[in-house]
Structure formats: structure tokens, C-alpha cells
């Protein structure tokens, strides 16, 4: 079995709000999208924060609630993160659940190693992660099977989004 993911750069939050009521409108669950932007200095509208200990000290503040009046407020695992060599920004979606985890703590680190433990080839990593430094935004969505995954990137193509690319990342079976 595998489990197929599309990733795009979205250059304003305009952009990846259009991204993100695509997908939702396709069907894609909110749980299976994920987006990783700048915090601008803390201009972000959290309901609730909470401080929180994540491994290897990535994580600065994790949020509940959702940021105000937008639909990446419906995602699930809204949170602010302070990522060494890369920034402040706000994740929500399984990609805060990867860069709060081991991954953050690989020998790439960063963005680049939770992108890999996601199943995106080390070298795109590096280029979202530049890409990142730049103030993009980055937009990802599990897909169950080859033709959502096509849907997903229609859905990125047109928002306009940029270095759209698919994974695939092979589960074993479960044990008997």
C-alpha cells in the first residue's frame, strides 16, 4: 500500500486559501492538508496558545483554535514554530505533527528533514525549504489513490501554485 502526497509553493495567503477551498471542495479531508507559511511578526490570530515541548526544542508555542475569518483555520494542528535556519511560521495539518516529531531532529533537520520523512526526494526538500526562506507558503495534501492525486494538482495549477511535485511513500503491511 502507499500513500501518495502533492506538494506545491503558493507565493500570498490568498493563493493558498484558493488552494486549500479547492481541495476541500474535491473532498479532500482538511485532517490530509497540510500548509507551512511565514509568521510576519506574529501577526497571526490564534484563538488559544499554549506553550509546548517539542523534541530537540523546534517548536516555540503550539496553537489550539484557528486563524480567524480563513479557511486554513478549519486545519487541523494549527500551530507557531520557530524552525532553526529557516524562521518563525505557522504549520497546520499532519506537517505540524512532522515538524514537532523525530524528524526536526535528523541530520538535514529542519524543514528539510521532516519533507523527507514525508516522502519528498532530499533535493526538492531543499528547494521548498529555500523557497520557504523567501516567505513562500507551502501546501501539501494526502491523496488515497492516483486519481485524487491528479485532482490535487489540478487544484495547485489553477491557484497558480509553483514547483508542484507528488510523492509516494510505501507502507509495509500491517503484521499478522
Known sequence: MSKNSVFGIVKT??????????????????SEISVLLPDEQGKHDFGHV??????????????????????????????????????PFIAAGPIMAALSGAAIGATTGG?????????????????????????NYLIAVHAKDGDAEDRAEAIFKQAGAEDISTSSMSKAPAAA
Open 111 to 135: 524543514v528539510v528533514g521532516a519533507l523527507i520523512g514525508m516522502g519528498i526526494p532530499e533535493i526538492e526538500a531543499k528547494r521548498y525549504e529555500d523557497k520557504l526562506k523567501t516567505g
Open 13 to 30: 495567503y490568498a493563493q493558498a486559501e484558493r488552494v486549500v477551498e479547492g481541495l476541500q471542495r474535491a473532498g479532500f479531508p482538511s
Open 50 to 87: 499554549k506553550a509546548t515541548k517539542a523534541p530537540e526544542g523546534a517548536t516555540t508555542g503550539a496553537a489550539t483554535g484557528g486563524l480567524t475569518g480563513g479557511v486554513l483555520g478549519l486545519l487541523a494542528g494549527i500551530g507557531a514554530l520557530a524552525i532553526p535556519g529557516v524562521g
